[in-house]
């Protein structure tokens, strides 16, 4: 089983270096990695990060842009977005895309501590002899999974939650990736395995 370490990708090094000051000292056995930019990250050879705290606005590829790479590259990862860019539409598009959370950089330290040790805890108590990892979902792709796992469509789930049918699409490519499967029966039937749902 991999080490657990934690790889922050954002290009504003005070920023950087203040995140990495404060996950040191709550984490003392996790080691940290940090980048500036998505193609420096990539090639970092000898580390396989249990979660990624990712800046949107990143020199080059973006991070939006570059989930796609991050998640082909460490498919166990747990990627955290962490930005100044916290409007709706760019938080739904982010846990679309894969992102297990948001962080505003407005928000307080103890939320991305927070955060990240629910994400910590959810990786370690999974059975390495299980066979199942059992994704880590945000409240709104479990409701998403929920009302899936009833035989509802995308706009039917749409209008009972308020979404658009196209950001509920992108919920449901979400939870099909996270779950590791590529039609929404094989997804019901990986979260009943799981216990995500009844």
């Not at 800046?55 to 796609?68: A, H, K, R, V, Y």
């Amino acid at each position: 089983m991999a080490q657990e370490a934690i790889l922050i990708i954002d290009d504003h090094a005070l920023f950087r270096s203040g995140i990495v000051s404060m996950l040191s000292t709550a984490f003392d056995r996790i080691p940290i990695f940090d980048s500036a930019s998505l193609h420096e990250a990539l090639a970092l050879v000898a580390v396989v990060p249990t979660i990624i705290l990712l800046d949107i606005q990143l020199p080059g590829i973006g991070g939006l842009e570059g989930m796609g790479l991050l998640q082909r590259r460490w498919p166990a990862a747990r990627i955290v977005i962490v930005s100044a860019l916290d409007q709706p539409d760019t938080v739904d598009t982010a846990v679309a895309q894969g992102a297990c959370a948001f962080l505003s950089k407005a928000d307080r330290p103890d939320r991305m501590m927070t955060v990240l040790r629910e994400i910590l805890h959810r990786s370690a108590v999974v059975p390495p002899a299980a066979g199942l990892v059992c994704p880590s979902l945000t409240p709104r792709q479990a409701e998403v999974l929920g009302l899936v796992g009833r035989g509802l469509s995308n706009k039917v789930i749409g209008r009972r939650l308020g979404l658009s049918e196209h950001t509920v699409r992108g919920h449901v490519q979400g939870l099909l990736s996270a779950l590791g499967v590529t039609r929404r029966a094989e997804a019901v039937f990986k979260a009943q395995q799981l216990g995500l749902i009844r």
